[in-house]
T-cell receptor, first 109, second 117 residues
């Protein structure tokens, strides 16, 4: 079967750094995606990794290890507006996205 | 530029009633999708379309039908609503990649919250 695992909830402090992990087992691999979803709103695209390594985009970075079936999203200099759910998704061999249940990130002052 | 627009935003149905959710996108995207999102679960694909006049089943298609008569619109129908269909429904669209494949960068509508009593 296909499976995406990520922690249900994490708490961090404003100004700090947090790492959200995602492990996956899918039928094929055509890329890993991270989306941000604020409560009651639509998911929005954050990042895309298809090759091993780190992709940096401002305060957000995403890492991929295909051999380990593992990714993480790194958020630096946390701001209160970063409180949201972070969704990990993998594109399988049929070019369909398989979604994790999301990690709810709570930022405390 | 409105992006992806869903109507209605909220709806309450009784078991057995039917309804249609409308999704419209103004980005000229080829791919369109209908997902449902339930607590503690990832987004699950109901149906999708890779172009005008084409539709395909996703992971959880039972109890739903779709139509894509125009490129910009993707309709989701519930034939006979059941309490298990209480959920938040998201429509999304995406452009094709250079090879015509799915880029995975989806643009979502704001969601439609459906309650079936």
């Amino acid at each position: 079967g296909q499976n995406i695992d990520q922690p249900t909830e994490m708490t961090a402090t404003e100004g700090a750094i947090v790492q959200i992990n995602c492990t996956y087992q899918t039928s094929g691999f055509n890329g890993l995606f991270w989306y941000q979803q604020h409560a009651g709103e639509a998911p929005t695209f954050l990042s895309y990794n298809v090759l091993d390594g780190l992709e940096e985009k401002g305060r957000f970075s995403s890492f991929l290890s295909r051999s380990k079936g593992y990714s993480y999203l790194l958020l630096k200099e946390l701001q209160m507006k970063d409180s949201a759910s972070y969704l990990c998704a993998v594109m399988d061999s049929n070019y369909q996205l398989i979604w994790g249940a999301g990690t709810k990130l709570i930022i405390k002052p | 530029n409105a992006g992806v627009t869903q109507t209605p935003k909220f709806r309450v149905l009784k078991t057995g009633q039917s309804m249609t959710l409308l999704c419209a996108q103004d980005m000229n995207h080829e791919y369109m999708y209908w997902y449902r999102q339930d607590p503690g679960m990832g987004l699950r694909l109901i149906h999708y379309s890779v172009g005008e006049g084409t539709t395909a089943k996703g992971e959880v298609p039972d109890g739903y039908n779709v139509s894509r008569l125009k490129k910009q619109n993707f309709l989701l129908g519930l034939e006979s609503a059941a309490p298990s269909q209480t959920s938040v429904y998201f429509c999304a669209s995406s452009p094709p990649g250079l090879a015509g494949d799915n880029t995975g960068e989806l643009f979502f509508g704001e969601g439609s919250r459906l309650t079936v009593l």
